[in-house]
């Protein structure tokens, strides 16, 4: 029973690989086309997709603020305004703004992804617009534009 189950799959398997391998004609053939002396060549436009118009998420090399880290903490603690709606309620939290740093550097499109009340989001968008320009972010060794996120807090002393 073994020897007949084994040796029909076999047969089986055998026609299965003659069949996959078989010459087959019922390819479409195209129809030949011969260029005669009259006729010239069309040039064709192709579309080449605008890459330095996306915005990554990541970079290779990542938008830098001038002076680093310690320089960008430096500015928002500098020239950060408290609403004074929000000091007077004793309003504190962690506003998270992301935005674009373009290709030239220069910051662009803020947007308040959370935030704490309307008074601490507008402060933090306002700061995060008066940022001056960045070091550019690169892919592949071209300038492109890069979403960033900043924590923006306020804090009471």
Known sequence: MKKTLLSSMIIILMGLLGACSSNTSDKASLPEQSASENETAT????????????TYDAAEVMP??????????????????????????Q????????????????VSSPEVI????????????DIVSA?????PGEQDGQKVNVKYTLPVVFKLK
């Open 91 to 106: 309003t504190e939290g962690r506003v998270i703004v992301q935005f674009v740093i373009d290709k030239t550097g220069k």
């Open 64 to 89: 830098e603020f001038p002076g680093g880290t310690k320089a960008l903490l430096s500015f928002i603690a500098e020239n950060l305004k408290y609403p004074q709606k929000a000091i007077d309620e």
């Open 114 to 125: 959370r935030g704490v009340t309307s008074e601490l989001d507008q402060a933090a968008l």
């Open 43 to 54: 040039p064709v436009a192709i579309e080449v997709p605008d890459t330095l118009g996306k």
């Open 131 to 135: 940022l001056p320009d960045w070091k």
